[in-house]
């Protein structure tokens, strides 16, 4: 069981069954009455968010959930198809259950993914990912103002802004958790 005085971004939980995991969180304490814990939620499954308050050392179910290392192999139609490291079992995977995640995932990347009763409902990237430029229109001279930026696509098929000066066939490295671009590699 966790306590509402562990809960944290990222922290998994479990509430009528049902696997969520913590956006946001904020304590409060209303003029009158014990503290409260207002959380705002995501269904790891459907992706849906759901605001829920809860009293001050309630106490929550922890999911029954296991960290794997698998590998991207390749995708198959909208499909991802993951090889378990340790046993070589291959698992297609919806793309749904990837998500947004997908896109900063290369052929052959070895990533950490979260089984709830034996379904992959997640997958857990590093902070940030080295990813090479398929497709960028050219900076133009005299575009300089400050933090200007051009649409640019990536190998994987993600499309993120980047600055002018980025050319297609280099490699930039990425934030994972919003897409923004870090620098160059």
């Known amino acids: 069981m966790i306590s509402t005085k562990d809960f944290r971004t990222g922290l998994k939980i479990e509430i009528d069954g049902k696997p969520f995991e913590i956006v946001e969180f904020q ?9 409260m814990m207002r959380t705002k939620l995501r269904h790891m499954r459907t992706g849906q968010v759901l605001d829920k308050t809860f009293r001050s050392g309630e106490k929550v179910k922890k999911p029954d959930m296991v960290v ?18 340790e046993t070589y079992e291959q698992m297609n995977v919806p793309a ?26 997640g997958v857990d990237l590093p902070a940030n990912v ?9 900076g133009v001279q005299g575009d300089r103002v400050s933090n200007a930026t051009k649409p640019a696509t990536l190998e994987t ?28 590699e």
Request: proline share 3%.
């Open 68 to 85: 794997v290392g698998m590998q991207f192999i390749y995708k198959d139609g909208t499909d991802y198809v993951f090889m378990d490291l």
């Open 157 to 184: 098929g993600l499309k993120i802004n980047v600055p002018l000066f980025i050319n297609e066939g280099e490699t930039i490295k990425v934030d994972t958790r919003n897409g923004d671009y870090l620098g160059r």
């Open 27 to 35: 304590h409060f304490k209303p003029g009158k009455g014990g503290a």
């Open 130 to 138: 080295n990813l090479t430029v398929s497709q960028t229109d050219p």
């Open 96 to 121: 749904e259950n990837v998500g947004e995640k997908g896109g900063y995932i290369k052929e052959g990347d070895t990533v950490k993914v979260l089984l709830y009763n034996g379904e992959l409902i």
